[in-house]
């Protein structure tokens, strides 16, 4: 029995073992392939890689493609993102947060990319990429609904998936629209405006513009220079201006 037991074991580790060998291999032979094409023909060889790995590996390896495909040229973020996406939709947010990660300063862009490619996935990858860069969630918002004006629902729940605290101030926003409103720009300047009013603590103080008067109207008389000799005493304890 203890000789069964061991032999259950050992036969265990062996496939565990073949597993972790073949799946290096296999990132081994990804990232050579990737070496070997020309930069411009990498983003379609990156999709292709993705389409090609099995369910199991495909969140993973969509990962390592989107970081080997960026590594001689980040520039070529939207357009790998936008590659894999239209192959396989179901990893464009994958490929969107991947991106986003390396890529902060583009948050938008590959966004637009990803939704265009994959509209279907528009609330999934406006939380992916929102999760990488919270504090741009309205850029990456306005991004998605550049592409799907009439996805707002979508959008936003995207947006509060991945920033919760906004949550009850987009309900709010919504509820004034009685749950149609015309557009993400519009939700989220409503959203603005609570917030600051509020507390301010989610979006910054609100910036106010600058104060309008009536036009300086310059005095009438002709101006004197005032000497001892023209001026009057003024009796102690100042001047009483209230009367007449």
Known sequence: ????????????????WS????????????KLALARVPAAERPAKAAEIVKLATTRDRTAITIEVVRDALAPNPAAASAVVGAIAKAVPEMAPVAAGAAAQLQPGLVAEIAKTAVAAAPDQVEKIVTAVCRVVPKDYRSIAL???DVLPGSVKEILRGV?????????IIENALSIYQGNPPSVTVVLDTTGRQANESSGAILGPVVRGPT???????PSQTSTNVTPSTSGTVPRGGRNYSAP
């Open 212 to 218: 309008l008067a009536p036009p300086y109207i310059p």
């Open 1 to 16: 029995m203890k000789k069964l037991t061991l032999f259950v074991l050992v036969g265990l580790f062996l496939t565990s």
């Open 143 to 145: 991004a998605a609904a």
């Open 160 to 168: 509060v998936a991945a920033v919760p605290d906004l949550k009850p």
């Open 19 to 30: 597993a972790l060998c073949s799946e290096t291999n296999k990132i081994d032979s990804m």
